[in-house]
C-alpha cells in the first residue's frame, strides 16, 4: 500500500513539474553566490533586455536553417538522381561530390566560403548567405546520400508498374518513386534539420548574430558565462524539441494517408 | 511494312536472354496473332516470365528480334512507343501504388502519359473498376484492400491504358486461394471479350478453359507447342508428360 502511493507519487507528471519548480527557484535565487541569474531575470530591466537580446538570435537560426535545408534538400536530390542511374559516368560524378563534399569540415567550409570565395569569384558575399551557402553545400552529400537510399528501398516492381502504363521516367519519380521515398526517408530528414539547426552555431565564427554569437557577446559584456551559457542551452533544446515533434506529427499525418 | 494479312501480331524470332552465364531463354520463336489466348506453363527458372518480360522490354535480351504490329521492340523512341500503345502487363505482386487511391491508380497513365483529361479519365477508370466489380472502393489504398481485389484493380489498371494485348505474369500466384476465382474469373471474362493475352500460369483448370495455344517451356525453350485438347490429353514430350503429371495429380 504504501509502496503504491509513493509509487503514483513518483510516476505523477505533477510530482516532477513541482521539483523542477523547486530547482528552478533554488537556482534562480536559492544560490546567489555561486549563481548569477539576474543577468537574465526578467523582473529586471536590464535582464529582460538581456535575454531579448539572447533569444533575438532565434530569427537568424531559424532562417539560416531552414534557407540552408532548402536548398541542400534541392541540391541533394539534383546529386542523387544520377547516383541510382545504371550508367556508369552519372554514378561516378555522383560518387565524388558526395566523398568530397563529405570531407570538409563545415567549419572549415564556413571560412573558406566567407574568406575564400569572394577572392576566389571576385564577389561580395554577406554573413549570412556565406553561412547559408557552406551548411548547404555541407548537408547537401548527406541529402544525397538519404535520397539515393530512400530511392533505392523502393521495390523494383513499381518501377515496372510505372513503365507498363507508359510513364516517363520524370513522371515515374515524380508520381510514383518520389512520394514513397521522401515518406521513409522523412525520420532522416527531420534528423538532417535538427543537426542544421545545431551546425548553424558555427556561422557564429564569421559573425552572424544567430543564438550562439549573441551569448558570445553577452558573456563578453556581462562575464555570466555559466548562465548565459545554460540559457543557451535551452534555446537550442526548446527549438530542436519543437522542431522533433513537427516532424513526428508530419510522419504520423503522412501514415496514415 | 510486310503484308498485315500474313503478319502474326507479335512475332518472336531466335531470342535469347542471359543472366550473366545463366541462358534464360535459348533461342525461342513463336508467333502471336490478335485475339489469341496463348497460356504458358513450365517448371520455375524455365523462362516463362523472362520471356513475357523480354516481349514487353522489362528485360533487354541480348539476341534476336521481337516485333509488335511490324514494329521492331527496341530502346528506340518507335520501339517504346509501339509498346506504349499495344501491351498491358498484370504482375504477379500486383505492384499497385500504394500511395495513391485506387481511382489515382488507375487514372495515373492515362493522364500523365495520355494526356487525358481527368474527367475523362475518371470516366474510363469507372468503366474498368465496374468490369472488374470493384467500383465501390475507388476511394480506398490498396493496402485496405484483399489480395484478389488488389490483383483485379492491377488488371483494371492495365486496361485503362487500352492495349491490344494483355500479359499476365502469374497473376494468381501470390494470392490465397479462396481469391484465385475472381481473379481468374475476370481474366476469363476478358479473354471471352477477345482479348488478345499471353498467361503465365500454373492453373491448368482455367488454362484448359481459356487458351487456344498451350505451351510448355523448360530450360528457356520452348518444348511443346499446341491446342489444350491435345496437350493435356497427348503430350508428345516427356519431360512436358512429367510436369503435368506432377501439377495434375491433386
Not at chain 2, 533461342?27 to 513475357?52: A, F, R, Y
Not at chain 2, 472502393?137 to 492495349?163: D, E, F, H, W
Not at chain 2, 476465382?181 to 475476370?186: F, G, K, N, W
Not at chain 2, 491446342?227 to 506432377?246: W, Y
Amino acid at each position: 500500500m504504501l509502496l503504491n502511493a509513493l509509487l503514483i507519487r513518483f510516476l505523477s507528471p505533477s510530482f516532477w513539474l513541482r521539483l523542477a519548480g523547486v530547482l528552478c527557484f533554488a537556482g534562480l535565487g536559492g544560490c546567489s553566490d555561486n549563481w548569477g541569474w539576474y543577468v537574465v531575470n526578467p523582473a529586471t530591466e536590464s535582464g529582460r533586455q538581456n535575454l531579448f537580446f539572447l533569444i533575438d538570435g532565434l530569427y537568424f537560426t531559424i532562417g539560416l536553417s531552414v534557407t540552408a535545408i532548402l536548398i541542400s534538400i534541392c541540391v541533394g536530390l539534383l546529386v542523387a538522381l544520377p547516383g541510382i542511374s545504371s550508367r556508369r559516368a552519372p554514378k561516378v560524378i555522383n560518387r565524388v561530390y558526395v566523398e568530397l563534399v563529405r570531407a570538409i569540415p563545415i567549419l572549415v567550409l564556413i571560412l573558406w566560403v566567407y574568406y575564400g570565395l569572394p577572392q576566389v569569384a571576385s564577389i561580395s558575399i554577406s554573413v549570412f548567405w556565406a553561412g547559408v551557402l557552406a551548411l548547404a553545400i555541407s548537408d547537401s552529400a548527406f541529402q544525397a546520400e538519404i535520397f539515393r537510399a530512400g530511392i533505392q528501398s523502393i521495390d523494383r516492381g513499381q518501377y515496372e508498374a510505372a513503365r507498363s502504363i507508359s510513364l516517363s521516367y520524370r513522371d515515374t519519380m515524380r508520381f510514383v518513386i518520389l512520394p514513397q521515398a521522401i515518406k521513409r526517408i522523412l525520420p532522416a530528414l527531420g534528423n538532417q534539420l535538427v543537426y542544421m539547426l545545431k551546425m548553424s552555431s558555427l556561422v557564429s565564427v564569421i559573425g552572424m548574430q544567430e543564438l550562439t554569437r549573441r551569448a558570445n557577446e553577452l558573456v563578453v559584456t556581462e562575464y555570466r558565462p555559466l548562465e548565459i551559457y545554460t540559457v543557451l542551452v535551452l534555446e537550442y533544446l526548446v527549438v530542436i524539441l519543437i522542431v522533433s515533434a513537427g516532424v513526428r506529427w508530419l510522419e504520423r499525418r503522412l501514415e496514415t494517408s | 511494312m510486310t503484308d498485315p494479312v500474313t503478319q502474326p501480331f507479335i512475332q518472336v524470332r531466335n531470342v535469347s536472354k542471359y543472366f550473366q552465364d545463366f541462358c534464360a531463354l535459348d533461342s525461342v520463336s513463336l508467333d502471336i496473332e490478335l485475339g489469341q489466348k496463348l497460356v504458358i506453363c513450365g517448371p520455375s527458372g524455365s523462362g516463362k516470365s523472362t520471356l513475357i518480360r523480354c516481349i514487353n522490354r522489362l528485360e533487354q535480351h541480348e539476341h534476336g528480334q521481337i516485333h509488335i504490329d511490324g514494329q521492331l521492340v527496341d530502346s528506340s523512341p518507335s520501339g517504346q512507343d509501339v509498346l506504349r500503345n499495344n501491351v498491358g502487363m498484370v504482375f504477379q505482386q500486383f505492384n499497385l501504388f500504394p500511395h495513391l487511391t485506387i481511382i489515382e491508380n488507375l487514372m495515373l497513365g492515362p493522364v500523365r502519359a495520355r494526356q487525358m483529361q481527368e474527367s475523362e479519365a475518371r470516366e474510363l477508370a469507372m468503366i474498368y473498376l465496374e468490369r472488374v466489380q470493384i467500383s465501390d472502393q475507388l476511394n480506398k489504398y490498396p493496402a485496405q484492400l484483399s489480395g484478389g481485389q488488389q490483383q483485379r484493380v492491377a488488371i483494371a489498371r492495365a486496361l485503362c491504358m487500352t492495349p491490344k494485348i494483355m500479359l499476365f505474369d502469374e497473376p494468381t500466384s501470390a494470392l490465397d486461394p479462396e481469391m484465385i476465382a475472381e481473379v481468374l474469373d475476370v481474366i476469363e471474362e476478358l479473354a471471352d471479350s477477345g482479348m488478345t493475352m499471353v498467361c503465365v500460369t500454373h492453373e491448368m483448370g482455367f488454362a484448359r478453359q481459356v487458351a487456344d495455344v498451350m505451351l510448355f517451356m523448360d530450360h528457356g525453350k520452348i518444348v511443346e507447342m499446341g491446342p489444350p485438347k491435345t496437350f493435356f490429353t497427348a503430350p508428345k514430350s516427356d519431360r512436358c508428360k512429367l510436369f503435368l503429371s506432377q501439377i495434375l495429380r491433386h
